[in-house]
T-cell receptor, first 120, second 113 residues
């Protein structure tokens, strides 16, 4: 039973096309993320949603638009694809952070298996 | 902004031996968490180990342990009895309450038989 699932796993498309990547989590987590891993394997956050609300929007071209219809889903739509958009895109989720007294409870992310996007 | 530095782009270890991967981070916070993630060729991101900054005791998960030095802002990963399946890219990561996970650049670990 997959915890965080992304589709498709591979996507090859031509420059100028519009494409979407879907992500779903069945963990009951409140927060979902999109990360981009470039050709040098560096991981950088793009967006974060908490209960369908956008909370992190890093410096990302506005050709990238996330959409969260409910807290279990976070999709990524990309318009007018460019060669430089070629990368692996990871969806992830985490439980809401809970602060008990002076101590916070912080958890790692559960990642999807990634979508390798190749723009030709 | 918090930064995470992994100074070893690549490491090699002989099967059954021990290897240590280094990580340092920069923060002015006192309450934070540190993680090591493994990314094998399958590209799946797998959580290896987690350390709470308020705990002095180093985290351990089977053959994986950390050396957490809070004052030095250092968080190294030790892999004992290395196995071929340990070969992967390893990422150190930092997170605060209410904030995003920040990753280092990664260390490629090669295991020789």
């Amino acid at each position: 039973d997959t915890a965080v699932s992304q589709t498709p796993k591979y996507l090859v498309t031509q420059m100028g096309n519009d494409k979407s990547i879907k992500c779903e989590q069945n963990l009951g987590h409140d927060t979902m993320y999109w990360y981009k891993q470039d050709s040098k394997k560096f991981l950088k956050i793009m967006f974060s949603y908490n209960n369908k609300e956008l909370i992190i929007n890093e410096t990302v071209p506005n050709r990238f638009s996330p959409k969260s219809p409910d807290k279990a889903h976070l999709n990524l739509h990309i318009n007018s694809l460019e060669l430089g958009d070629s990368a692996v895109y990871f969806c992830a989720s985490s439980q809401d952070l809970v602060r008990v007294g002076d101590v916070s409870l912080v958890y790692g992310y559960t990642f999807g298996s990634g979508t390798r996007l190749t723009v030709v | 902004a918090q930064t995470v530095t992994q100074s070893q782009p690549e490491m090699s270890v002989q099967e059954a031996e021990t290897v240590t991967l280094s990580c340092t981070y920069d923060t002015s916070e006192s309450d934070y968490y540190l993680f090591w993630y493994k990314q094998p060729p399958s590209r799946q991101m797998i959580l290896v180990i987690r350390q709470e900054a308020y705990k002095q005791q180093n985290a351990t998960e089977n053959r994986f342990s950390v050396n957490f030095q809070k004052a030095a802002k250092s968080f190294s990963l030790k892999i004992s009895d290395s196995q071929l399946g340990d070969a992967a890219m390893y990422f150190c990561a930092y997170r605060e309450y209410g904030n995003k996970l920040v990753f280092g650049a990664g260390t490629i670990l090669r295991v020789k038989s």
